[in-house]
């Protein structure tokens, strides 16, 4: 519903800027070329930078080209966050879905990540796009997705200069 479509606008923001972070932290990084291999990158480091551990796996989908399954089997959104009932089928891993698809944006790929649960599994289910006319987005709307991030405002700061 709306409020997940939120949770994943915030979290592409911050994992655009994650991404940024972590790439400048990293001395030995190269750009990941290849989906395989950005994914892979995203399941290990960075899930490990952000949660403290690695993705429980991550595996090709047989099904289609271009598609990957992260598994998580408890992702801090869930384990901490108790959903009210008022809210029905709130997913907060929604925020996890979207930091894993401003990371893949900020790395130069076209991709959506969507959450899912699967047994006793969440699974982060990433397909990647060769433009953006392939994500069906509403007219208007594509040039919002991909554009840089608004500034960081946290105020006025005003300094004595005397």
Not at 6 to 16: I, P, T, Y
Not at 69 to 96: H, Q, W
Request: proline share 5%; hydrophobic share 40%.
């Amino acid at each position: 519903g709306e409020l997940e479509t939120k949770l994943e606008n915030v979290g592409f923001a911050l994992g655009r800027r994650f991404f940024e972070f972590i790439v400048f932290r990293e001395i030995s990084w190269k750009r990941n070329a290849t989906e395989v291999a950005i994914v892979q990158y995203i399941s290990s480091t960075c899930w490990k930078a952000l949660f403290g551990k690695n993705a429980d796996s991550l595996e090709r989908s047989t099904e289609r080209e271009r598609e990957y399954m992260i598994y998580d089997k408890r992702p801090l959104t869930n384990y901490f966050i108790s959903v009210p009932k008022e809210l029905g089928d709130l997913y907060c891993a929604a925020y996890i879905a979207g930091l894993a698809t401003g990371m893949l944006d900020a790395a130069g790929f076209i991709a959506d990540v969507r959450a899912h649960t699967v047994s006793d599994s969440t699974v982060f289910l990433v397909q990647f796009f060769s433009s953006i006319e392939e994500l069906n987005i509403p007219p208007g709307e594509a040039q919002d997705l991909f554009s840089p991030p608004p500034p960081i405002t946290g105020g006025e700061v005003q300094a004595d200069c005397s």
